[in-house]
């Protein structure tokens, strides 16, 4: 909306941001839940698939991550390193590690339903 002119301009100023901070938040929810819910269907589909998949084809899966999401996988997933061991090992922080590892998975899994759908 326009200001008015003889209207408070604070009030004015302050109004526009609160309703810039509403929208923005509630853009970021409505993504929040699109996300959830491809989360969900990735993951209640992907453990099927995966059983069907030779080790070969997993592997050309796991080969298609960036080298720091392969990275942290390997550590933690195939060698059971824990996040703090993986972070010693990579020179990167804990935070890192748990990041790219949902990351990973994400991108893994998304990467298997292209596959097999």
Same mark, same amino acid.
């Given at each position: ?28 929810? !409505?993504?929040?839940? $699109?996300? =959830?819910?491809?989360?969900? @269907?990735? #993951?209640? +589909? ?37 996040? !703090?061991?993986?972070? $010693?090992? =990579?020179?990167?922080?804990? @935070?890192? #590690?748990? +990041? ?18």
């Amino acid at each position: 909306s326009k200001y008015k002119a003889g209207t408070s301009l604070s009030a004015w100023i302050r109004r526009i941001m609160i309703n810039t901070a509403i929208d923005y938040y509630r853009k970021r929810s !409505r993504k929040r839940t $699109e996300d =959830l819910e491809t989360a969900y @269907s990735l #993951s209640s +589909s992907a453990p099927d698939i995966v059983s069907q998949m030779s080790a070969n084809e997993i592997l050309e899966c796991l080969q298609q991550l960036t080298f720091a999401y392969r990275s942290v996988f390997n550590l933690y997933v195939i060698e059971g390193y824990s996040h !703090r061991e993986v972070s $010693e090992q =990579l020179g990167i922080t804990e @935070s890192t #590690s748990r +990041s790219n590892l949902v990351k990973a998975r994400t991108k893994l899994k998304a990467i298997i339903l292209s596959k097999k759908l």
